[in-house]
T-cell receptor
Framework: GENVEQHPSTLSVQEGDSAVIKCTYS??????FPWYKQELGKGPQLIID?????GEKKDQRIAVTLNKTAKHFSLHITETQPEDSAVYFC?????????????FGKGTKLSVKP | DAMVIQNPRYQVTQFGKPVTLSCSQT?????MYWYQQKSSQAPKLLFH???????NEADTPDNFQSRRPNTSFCFLDIRSPGLGDAAMYLC??????????FGAGTRLSVL
């Protein structure tokens, strides 16, 4: 089955700097890769996603890149702000295939220092 | 406006005493999921309903059961909670998998 590895487990940056979180997946049939942000005491919220027919997607300060050959994808946050502090989860899914449910990485705790 | 609502937010139960967690949704999504999330870990899928069709994950203990009486509501029943079942339980919904909308979760403590 699918296995998703996420690094780093913790990340601390200064306000205004960029943050990068990386994930690798094992199942080459995976075709959908969302990123979730979980703030303290809340459920995860989808912030951006990418499908396997696209190499990069951007939404304001957030971007995601996908390298299908290497089976890895990354989240990039530019101009970080204190409100970006949260736990971020990557996930992978073979949507439409035998493993349509999301498999999550273990999460990255991002701290943005003012 | 909360679209996936979980009650209660915090639940304390005694070892071995049955407990039920509830989830409701206003999105009219046909798929509802229950995840278990332990501290500093990724959410782990327990089971999900695709309409009325129940799908259990292979490694979900028999101690965990679920009911979905209608589109809007889904319940998680833990028949005999153990100390290892203390966790955050997350309900999620989707219209077209795998885009998930999560509730705020119920934090379960077992004494």
């Amino acid at each position: 089955g699918e296995n998703v590895e996420q690094h780093p487990s913790t990340l601390s940056v200064q306000e205004g700097d960029s943050a990068v979180i990386k994930c690798t997946y094992s199942d080459s049939a995976s075709n959908y890769f969302p990123w979730y942000k979980q703030e303290l005491g809340k459920g995860p919220q989808l912030i951006i996603d990418i499908r396997s027919n696209v190499g990069e997607k951007k939404d304001q300060r957030i971007a995601v890149t996908l390298n299908k050959t290497a089976k890895h994808f990354s989240l990039h946050i530019t101009e970080t702000q204190p409100e970006d502090s949260a736990v971020y989860f990557c996930a992978a899914s073979n949507y439409g295939g035998s493993q349509g449910n999301l498999i999550f990485g273990k999460g990255t705790k991002l701290s943005v220092k003012p | 406006d909360a679209m996936v609502i979980q009650n209660p937010r915090y639940q304390v139960t005694q070892f071995g005493k049955p407990v039920t967690l509830s989830c409701s949704q206003t999105l009219n999504h046909n798929v509802m999921y229950w995840y278990q999330q332990k501290s500093s870990q990724a959410p782990k899928l327990l089971f999900h309903y695709y309409d009325k069709d129940f799908n259990n994950e292979a490694d979900t203990p028999d101690n965990f059961q679920s009911r979905r009486p209608n589109t809007s509501f889904c319940f998680l029943d833990i028949r005999s909670p153990g100390l290892g079942d203390a966790a955050m339980y997350l309900c999620a919904t989707s219209r077209v998998p795998p885009n998930l909308y999560f509730g705020a979760g119920t934090r379960l403590s077992v004494l």
